[in-house]
């Protein structure tokens, strides 16, 4: 992977971030319900990046990125996620090349239901130390294994997970 990947981290997440969008909203559209809403939070300390609605279905969705190929074994969660009505996490995996999207990771249960308890994965922790060499716990964040995950293969599929049968087409 070339250096901008990592140099231009937050640029990066911001563009997968409106692919994602996109591919969800173009959809929704070629579904027949037309509608996708979607919010971004001012700040992102409530455990979302988005929040996608169509039709009746409101979802607050937290977004994390990994390249194709990534051995990444976990990922933070933020707590405040649980205590939306229908949260989900959904992490983009994506060509480095390309930045073509999918498959997809899938935490979360279907609409309408809150996202699984948290509360029997492990703290998170900071990634830095404290001036005494010791990483300290972030209580907002639990720490959910990529086995916990399913893999979603394509955009059709994840919709379908996020807003259910009404978004379904052939």
């Known amino acids: 992977m070339t250096d901008s990947h990592s140099l231009l981290a937050s640029y990066?997440?911001?563009?997968?971030?409106?692919?994602?969008?996109?591919?969800?909203?173009?959809?929704?559209?070629?579904?027949?319900l037309k509608r996708l809403e979607i919010l971004k939070p001012q700040v992102d300390d409530g455990g979302y990046d988005l929040v996608l609605e169509a039709g009746d279905i409101v979802r607050h969705v937290q977004l994390k990125a990994t390249f194709s190929g990534s051995t990444v074994a976990r990922f933070n969660v933020n707590v405040a996620l649980g205590r939306k009505p229908s949260g989900c996490v959904v992490v983009l995996v994506f060509?480095?090349?390309?930045?073509?999207?999918?498959?997809?990771l899938?935490?979360?249960?279907?609409?309408?239901?809150?996202?699984p308890s948290l509360k029997d994965f492990k703290?998170?922790?900071?990634?830095?130390?404290?001036a005494e060499g010791v990483k300290l716990p972030r209580a907002a964040i639990r720490v959910i294994p990529?086995?916990?995950?399913?893999?979603?293969?394509?955009?059709?599929?994840?919709?379908?997970?996020?807003?259910?049968?009404?978004?379904?087409?052939?």
């Open 12 to 32: 990066r997440e911001s563009l997968l971030e409106h692919l994602f969008a996109g591919e969800v909203m173009r959809h929704v559209w070629l579904s027949g």
């Open 123 to 130: 703290v998170g922790k900071h990634t830095k130390a404290n």
């Open 106 to 115: 899938w935490f979360g249960c279907e609409p309408g239901k809150p996202l």
């Open 95 to 104: 060509d480095p090349a390309t930045l073509r999207l999918g498959p997809f």
């Open 146 to 170: 990529r086995s916990k995950f399913c893999c979603v293969p394509d955009v059709p599929t994840l919709a379908v997970l996020l807003f259910g049968e009404q978004v379904r087409h052939s």
